[in-house]
Each structure stands twice: as C-alpha cells, then as structure tokens.
C-alpha cells in the first residue's frame, strides 16, 4: 500500500514524462530531473523554505498548544468531558472545509468576522489571506492540529504515577519544579511521537494552501505538496514531479532526526 507507489515514484524521477507529449514516450534521463530541480529551478527553493517555515512554525505552535490544553484538562473541573470534546472537534473537520469556514467567515475583508471585531474598535482591517499569507495559512492548520498534539500529551500527562509526583512535592518542589524535573522528562517520548507524527503529516498541508490561497500571492504560500501537485497535475511533468516527491520524503526524514536530537538534548538539560 505504501511502498509500491513508492517505489513507482522512484522510478519516474529517473524519467522524462510529459502527459501532454505522449509522443515522446518515457525516457531515462538518470539524475537530470533532481539536477533540474535543485541547480536550476530557482522557485523549488523558495517552496522548500516555505515549507520549512510552514512545517516548523507549525510544529512549535501546536506542540506548546497542545501542552497548554493537556496541562488544563488534567485538572478536575465541572464539564471536563464535554470541554474536552470540544477542544478535539477542530481535529475531525475536513482541512478544506476548515480552509473554507476561516477564509469566507473569519478572514473576509468585507464580512469576515476578524475585520469586523477590528473595524467596531476603531482599527482597520486588514486582507489576511492577501496581506498575511503565511501566518494566515499557520492559523487555520495550527487551529485544526493543536487537539492532535493535545490528545498525545494528555495521554502522557494521565500516564504520570501519582506516587512520582506526590514523592516530588513530598522533597519541596513546587509547580514548576515539578513541571521541570518530573512533568518534562515523562513527556520525552510522547513529544517524540508528536514531533514524528507531526512532521509527516504537517508537510502534507495541501488542501488548506489549495482552498484558501491557491499557493499565493505569488508564490508565498506554495509548499513542496503543492508545487508537486501543481509541477505534475498542470504543468504535466512527471518525472519532476516524481523526484520532487523523493525529495521530499527524504527531507522529512531528516527534518524528524533533527527535531529528535534537539529534543533529546532539551530534556537532557531539564534532567537532574
């Protein structure tokens, strides 16, 4: 199921491929596609930065997000489930309603409701979409992935024995001792899945970049999916697609390790 198309991605990146050029058929072209691609195609590195900015920022938000929100719901207080079902609602929309619900009813110059809060208080309101792309893009998939990352560190909040953080109070620690030296080093792990879990999925954003921006202005809000999509769906061109979406895989690879060995080194600063 995965690694098939995999494997026949791999294979069109070593080909040229034009679905509006049949006649020439498929030939192998060995590298030229990835040398195209990354010496000569000035706007693939502008996507992998946008990418990259999109992924990380993304990353950061919903993770320290999602810790906030754990950190609330392991309290007891009146109506915690249904806060709690609330909280992951976000999570269970489609991404392109979601790009639909925060482009029409929030983000809209003239009727959106953000504007409108602006303009009663005597502010102007701005084009979002226009004026703030990236951040605006950050908006809508942090609002729909903070409930994922929330759902993970609940789980390692409520997996904590209460004997641990009893014994840690019991030696004079307070809240945020307790936070620093028992709370963040149980977490290590669940942050790990977060981190790998949300690396490959968040580098996947497309349908909100497709409904909301169209990977505009310009091309300020394109991503590696997009450009893919756009690269092999308008432009027709297979092969560079193909080595695009490889290049891609390999890039989240790394971009995981990364985020693992800056992890772990945190928790082992916050480790007594």
Do not use: C
């Amino acid at each position: 199921m995965t690694q098939v198309p995999f494997l026949l991605t791999l294979y069109y990146s070593f080909h040229s491929w034009n679905l509006m050029q049949p006649l020439l058929g498929i030939r192998f072209v060995g590298l030229a596609n990835y040398a195209q691609i990354v010496l000569h195609d000035p706007i693939f590195r502008t996507v992998v930065v946008n990418t990259v900015v999109l992924t990380g920022s993304l990353l950061v938000l919903t993770i320290l997000l999602g810790l906030v929100l754990a950190l609330l719901l392991t309290r007891s207080f009146p109506g915690r489930a249904v806060v709690r079902t609330l909280l992951i609602t976000p999570f269970l929309i489609m991404p392109t309603v979601s790009a639909v619900m925060w482009k029409n009813m929030l983000m809209n110059p003239v009727y959106g409701l953000l504007d409108y809060v602006l303009r009663s208080a005597g502010l102007p309101g701005p084009d979002w979409l226009a004026t703030y792309p990236m951040p605006s893009v950050i908006a809508i998939v942090a609002w729909e992935w903070t409930p994922f990352m929330m759902l993970i560190l609940l789980a390692g909040l409520q997996s904590i024995p209460l004997e641990l953080l009893d014994a840690a109070r019991a030696d004079g620690a307070g809240p945020l001792g307790v936070f620093r030296f028992v709370t963040l080093p149980h977490l290590g792990v669940y942050f790990q899945i977060a981190i790998l879990l949300g690396t490959i999925y968040l580098v996947q954003v497309f349908g909100e970049i497709f409904v909301a921006t169209s990977g505009g202005p310009g091309i300020a809000t394109t991503n590696l999916p997009y450009y893919i999509y756009l690269t092999g769906f308008q432009y027709w061109t297979i092969g560079s697609a193909s080595a695009m979406g490889v290049i891609t895989v390999v890039l989240t690879m790394f971009a995981a390790m990364g985020f693992f060995r800056i992890l772990a080194g945190a928790i082992t600063r916050v480790t007594p």
